[in-house]
């Protein structure tokens, strides 16, 4: 059996991903505690998860999947982006960078509330080999947060074609089957496959 160990800090992700692959016949190990969070300064997503990967494949000898994720605001010229997990300052909580991107909203109507969800995610291998696939999802923003499942910007992303639900108004399972980490994810089983 493949073992992989995932690289991302945060525990909602981890969920997701463990969810998305856990048909798969792969042992799946969780980030070590005492691997320090890597600085991600990347310009790109595929930067940043290529550098969470090959951090936890140095520091522990396994091969890595890392996950980075943005959300892209038309109106906001695409921030927070590469940016969305400190939008509203380093230390910032998803209430905080919820709060800070509905303020800076205020007034748009639904036409000028268009955003997507990306996610990169990165596999890296002790022999330096490494590929990236990546999946997205369109929707808007609404004017107020609605829903208490997910994480992150999910109570105020309203994906396309659910009439206004957001993501967080879905099952885990609604939730994955359209989401930037689904998609994201199916990709990378298939290439899994391929290897
Ligand atoms: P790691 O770097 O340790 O993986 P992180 O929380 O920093 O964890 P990202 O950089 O990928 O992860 O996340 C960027 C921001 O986007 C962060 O604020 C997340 O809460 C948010 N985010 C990521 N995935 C999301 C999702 O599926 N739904 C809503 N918000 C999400």
Known sequence: MKTFVL???NAHKVD??????????L????RPSDVPEVVEDGETLEDNALLKARALVA????AAIADDTGLFVDALGGAPGVHSARYAGSGATDADNVRKLLDALRGLDATERGAHFRTVAAV???????????GEVSGTITEVPRGDQGFGYDPI?????????????????????LSHRGNAFRELVDALRLR
């Open 16 to 25: 997701e991903i463990r969810e998305i692959l856990a048909d798969l016949n």
């Open 27 to 30: 042992v799946l190990l969780n």
């Open 59 to 62: 520091a522990t000898g396994h």
């Open 7 to 9: 690289a991302t800090a």
């Open 124 to 134: 890296a291998y002790p022999d330096d080999s490494w590929f990236v696939v990546s």
């Open 157 to 177: 992303f309203a994906p396309q074609g659910l009439r206004g639900r957001t993501l967080a108004e879905l099952s885990s399972s609604e939730k994955h089957a």
